[in-house]
């Protein structure tokens, strides 16, 4: 079946050590996102990606960072994680930009 | 500034029964599309109905309508004969292109 994987499902860093998280697709999707999300809270998006171009939220600290190396993947690199940072991160895709998103599973970073 | 607000942190409906979830959300866009979306506990996201804002015709899936008004800016979903499945976390969702905007979120419990 076409989804969205995210990998891994839990990650648990250090404070300060630098982390990466995985999203790969197969429904060959334009668009890819990241979302994070605290316990209870609403997802807020950190970036995305139309194809190859980078759209940066204005409020997403600098110590998120993203690479899309090619249409399947598309990678969160947490530079130097706060006990802040801890959250549930969400990958999502669409085919365009307003249409529906199709979410991952998420990653569950816990920083100690 | 896109703001989507949900005014219920929490609903519960019988087995069976209906049950309305309220959104409201503030645009200046003429072009914009409204979703909802579902979270399970410890599951992914997924898209429960979405709704173009050109079209005035309210969207249906099965169970579930919305009562989309857009004049008043209001954007809230019905779910009819409503099964233990159905509980989870309701997020409203907005997308105006480059910006998209989640509700913080209700959580519905649905008593057997």
């Known amino acids: 079946d076409a989804m969205v994987i995210q990998n891994p499902r839990y990650q648990v860093t250090q404070f300060g050590k630098p982390v990466t998280l995985s999203c790969s697709q197969t429904?060959?999707?334009?668009?890819m996102y990241w979302y994070q999300q605290k316990s209870s809270q609403a997802p807020k998006l950190l970036f995305h990606?139309?194809?190859?171009?980078?759209?940066n939220e204005a409020d997403t600290p600098d110590n998120f960072q993203s690479r899309r190396p090619n249409t399947s993947f598309c990678f969160l690199d947490i530079r130097s994680p706060g006990l802040g940072d801890a959250a549930m991160y969400l990958c999502?895709?669409?085919?365009?930009?307003?249409?529906?998103?199709?979410f991952g599973p998420g990653t569950r970073l816990t920083v100690l | 500034a896109q703001t989507v607000t949900q005014s219920q942190p929490e609903m519960s409906v019988q087995e069976a029964e209906t049950v309305t979830l309220s959104c409201t959300y503030d645009?200046?866009?003429?072009?914009?599309?409204l979703f909802w979306y579902k979270q399970p506990p410890s599951r992914q996201m997924i898209l429960v109905i979405r709704q173009e804002a050109y079209k005035q015709q309210n969207a249906t899936e099965n169970r579930f309508s919305v009562n989309f008004q857009k004049a008043a800016k209001s954007f809230s979903l019905k779910i009819s004969d409503s099964q233990l499945g159905d509980a989870a976390m309701y997020f409203c969702?907005?997308?105006?292109?480059?910006?998209?905007?989640f509700g913080t979120g209700t959580s519905l419990t649905v008593i057997p």
């Open positions: 990606y139309y194809d190859k171009d980078f759209n």
């Open positions: 429904l060959n999707h334009n668009v």
């Open positions: 999502a895709t669409s085919r365009a930009i307003a249409d529906t998103q199709y």
């Open positions: 969702a907005s997308n105006t292109g480059n910006q998209f905007y």
């Open positions: 645009t200046s866009e003429s072009d914009y599309y």
